[in-house]
Every structure is written in C-alpha cells, then in structure tokens.
C-alpha cells in the first residue's frame, strides 16, 4: 500500500525560509517523478514543482520559481521542498504526490495527507 507523509509545515514570518520533507512507501520510487502541489480553501489544488524519477529537468510553478527548490533523496525514499522568501500569498496546504510516469508530464498518482504553511508576521 502506498504511503506519503510530509512534515515540515508550521509558521513563519514573510522573507522566511522552511523546508518541507516527503517520506514515501509502498512503490517504487526510484521509477517515478515526484512533485509538490498547494491548496487554499475555495481553490483547486495547483502543482508547484516536480522533479522527474532522474533528478532533472526540474519543473516549477511561475509563482515559486527562484524561490523554491524541490530535491530528491532515492536512498530514503523522499522528496524535499526548500521554500525561501517566503510571503503571505504562499499561505496553504502542502501536498507531496507521486507521478504515474518517470517524467513529469502526467498526473498524480499517490498523495499525502497535506501540510500546513502559514506565512504571516
């Protein structure tokens, strides 16, 4: 069964920093791409970065771009998003997912349960 977990959300004042990690099981990893996807209520879940299952390219949102870094670790099965300059508008919840290919030009296939970023001062 597959499983992804993610830690890291909490609170933090604009400019900050915080690095979201992603723990994975129950598939093989090493095979697919991986990506970050945020929420606000009333609002769809919107993809933010990806990485495919070969470390590059790397795919990211305008919204993030130079600001965000997402990385992944086949060893222990995760994926990280380091988050930096960080503003109100990035206030949401943060899901980690799996990719049905090893590229990322397709849709999710296994999601976490979400973690929250609040980004106010």
């Known amino acids: 069964q597959a499983n992804l977990v993610e830690s890291g959300g909490g609170l933090v004042q604009p400019g900050g920093s915080l690095t979201l990690s992603c723990v994975a099981s129950?598939?093989?990893?090493?095979?697919?791409?991986m990506a970050w996807a945020r929420q606000v209520p009333g609002k769809e879940r919107e993809r933010i970065a990806c990485?495919?299952?070969?470390?590059?390219?790397?795919d990211y949102a305008d919204s993030v771009l130079g600001r965000f870094t997402i990385s992944r670790d086949d060893v222990k099965n995760m994926v990280f998003l380091q988050m930096h300059n960080l503003k109100p508008d990035d206030t949401a919840v943060y899901y980690c997912?799996?990719?049905?290919?090893?590229?990322?030009?397709?849709?999710?296939?296994?999601w976490g349960q979400g973690t929250q970023v609040t980004v106010s001062s």
């Open positions: 997912s799996s990719v049905i290919y090893w590229h990322c030009n397709g849709a999710p296939g296994y």
């Open positions: 129950g598939f093989t990893f090493g095979n697919r791409a």
């Open positions: 990485i495919t299952a070969k470390g590059e390219p790397k």
